[in-house]
């Protein structure tokens, strides 16, 4: 999967938590802070990421993303582990 | 001082709404299913009063349904109903507006898929804790109102929600609060919770096949409770403030009582059930005889409604026969420390409207369950004093007196 198809499906999966909110207001530059995600509400998006994405986000990595665009960097980084 | 109910909301397997339940109630509406929520292939018991039709996405955002135990859920919605039911609680500080839940299991849906997910190495759900934990029901509903007064959770099994009221009581009598929200909730009709009860042979297993007739209390041939899910939610304060605020009474909650059996962890005792009805009378300033309807606790368990029954007999003695009785859970199945905040919606609505509702599935009485309990018909009575009745594991024995204002 190339990075724009990442992204663009990263941003669908982010917009589908936040009530009301339109995939076109998000960019990879977008950080969770300014979506609206207080510091709890990212532990739980990025653990609903680890389900949808079959990902796994290492905890001291996870501790240093903040951004759409830092997921798609893991996330390249990291390929998900194929699922059986 | 009278402490009075001037809001009320119900979840239920036959109804969401006062209205919708009630209606359902008085006719005799069957509320219980094969289980839809998982595959129960593998239970004993595989018959379940479950909310089918509750969707946390018509009130709860996103966030907060991932942050929300299914039980938090359904107190929620029951106490968005009974907070709009009550009007407006502005005239109180938010200093002064408590929170009173009960609930037997708390978060066990989240708990259960929490520990299947760790028996299998995956990360738990960041929110597991405060999911999983009985007071974050209250928590919520005090969240979402910004109620900051007392915010209480009772655990004590099956009279949780009895317990949970009562306890309102007593922050109204002692100025500790001038309204409380007060109920219960519960939502355990799952695999390990059922399984537990199954293990105890506490649970209906010889009707998988005709869900219908598996709750059936006082009745020939019950072989166990039926599991159910679901909360009830009262708004409860003073009489003289509600009717400044010109407040509708539906009624007064006179008396509460408690007592613990103090013989078996899991057994009922007769002694220890007519001293909770006993206490509760007392402190409702009635006598024995002014008692007209009982709602019992009637879980469906062979030794159960005996032991009510027994119980009943031996704190009113003749008048025992004069006592109109009903089991809501004929309808709905047991829904653990929600049960005794619906069956005390149902006195309620007994003294409102003047219809007892009908015990389902009691064509033919057990022999030793001889009182009158109101067998699949509702019965049109004028009814100034209702109780009640809770028992829950642990010997934990709750009554509740509700009369007409």
Known sequence: MDTTDLEAKVIAFIASKVDNMDNSTITAASTFESLGFDSMDTVQLLFDAEEAFGVTFDGDEVKTLRSVGDIVAYMKKHPPEAKS | ?405
Not at chain 2, 28 to 35: C, K
Not at chain 2, 196 to 221: C, I, V, W
Not at chain 2, 274 to 281: C, D, G, K, L, S
């Open chain 2, 1 to 405: 001082m009278h402490i009075v109910v001037t809001g009320m909301g119900i979840v239920s397997p036959i109804g969401i709404g006062i209205d919708r339940f009630w209606e359902n109630a008085v006719v005799g509406v069957n509320g219980i299913a094969g289980i839809q929520s998982f595959d129960a292939s593998k239970q004993r018991s595989r018959v379940a009063g479950e909310v089918a039709d509750f969707d946390p996405k018509t009130f709860l955002s996103a966030k907060q349904i991932d942050q929300t135990d299914r039980f938090a859920q359904l107190a929620l919605h029951a106490a968005n109903q009974a907070a709009q039911d009550a009007g407006s609680l502005t005239c109180y500080e938010p200093q002064r507006i408590a929170v009173s839940l009960g609930s037997g299991m708390g978060g066990f849906a989240t708990f259960e898929s929490s520990a299947a997910r760790k028996i299998q190495n995956k990360s738990l759900p960041p929110f597991s804790v405060p999911r999983i934990m009985t007071n974050s029901a209250a928590a919520w509903i005090a969240t979402q109102y910004g109620f900051r007064g007392a915010n209480l959770t009772c655990s004590t099994a099956c009279s949780s929600g009895a317990n949970a009221i009562g306890m309102a009581l007593d922050l109204l009598r002692t100025d500790k609060a001038d309204a409380v929200i007060a109920g219960g909730a519960e939502a355990c009709v799952l695999p390990m919770t059922m399984s537990g009860f199954e293990a105890l042979m506490a649970l209906s297993t010889g009707f998988n096949n005709d869900p219908a007739h598996a709750s059936r209390p006082f009745a020939k041939g019950r072989d166990g409770f039926v599991m159910s899910e679901g909360a009830g939610i009262l708004v409860l304060e003073r009489e003289e403030a509600a009717k400044e605020r010109n407040a509708r009474i539906y009624a007064r909650v006179a008396g509460y009582g408690c007592a613990c059996d103090a013989t078996h962890i899991v057994a009922p005792d007769t002694d220890g059930q007519a001293a909770a009805m006993r206490i509760a009378v007392e402190d409702a300033g009635v006598t024995l005889n002014q008692v007209e309807y009982i709602n019992a606790h009637a879980t469906s368990t062979p030794i159960g409604d005996i032991i009510e029954t027994k119980a009943i007999k031996q704190l009113f003695g003749d008048h025992a026969r004069q006592i109109a009785i009903s089991a809501t859970k004929s309808m709905i199945g047991h829904s653990i420390g929600a049960s005794a905040a619906i069956g005390s919606i149902a006195t309620i609505m007994t003294l409102h409207t003047g219809t007892i509702h009908p015990t389902i599935n009691l064509d033919e009485a057990d022999p030793e369950c001889d009182l009158d309990y109101t067998p699949n018909q509702a019965v049109r009575k004028k009814v100034r004093t209702g109780m009640c009745n809770a028992f829950g594991f642990g010997g934990n024995n709750a009554s509740i007196v509700f009369t007409t204002p």
